[in-house]
């Protein structure tokens, strides 16, 4: 069983940037694809940028692309999300997932969540 948590979530004025990290422990991330999620009030969890498990391909929803980049370090067991040019739109929940098998973009195991407040 793979263990996330997430951290580097606060409170950030409009323009500002912010980098959330996502440490895995039980086991190697380094084959295993990866996704940063969000999750505002009343609204459903939406995929905002995921990694391949070599870390060669990226993808991102159209709200953040430009805005947001996805990157590992799969000698430290961590991913990362640096958000820059904060909107106030970009308040939510934020949570990193990953999948039971390699390979494959599926995610099985979710962090706890890190709260981004973007105050306009």
């Known amino acids: 069983q793979v263990q996330l948590v997430e951290s580097g979530g606060g409170l950030v004025q409009a323009g500002g940037s912010l980098r959330l990290s996502c440490a895995a422990s039980?086991?190697?991330?380094?084959?295993?694809?990866m996704g940063w999620f969000r999750q505002a009030p009343g609204k459903e969890r939406d995929l905002v940028a995921r990694i391949s498990w070599t870390g060669s391909s990226t993808s991102y929803a159209d709200s953040v692309k430009g805005r947001f980049t996805i990157s590992r370090d799969n000698a430290k067991n961590t991913v990362y999300l640096q958000m820059n040019s904060l909107k106030a739109e970009d308040t939510a929940v934020y949570y990193c997932a990953t999948s039971k098998y390699p390979g494959v973009y599926r995610y099985d195991y979710w962090g706890q969540g890190t709260q981004v407040t973007v105050s306009s």
């Open positions: 039980g086991r190697t991330l380094s084959s295993y694809a």
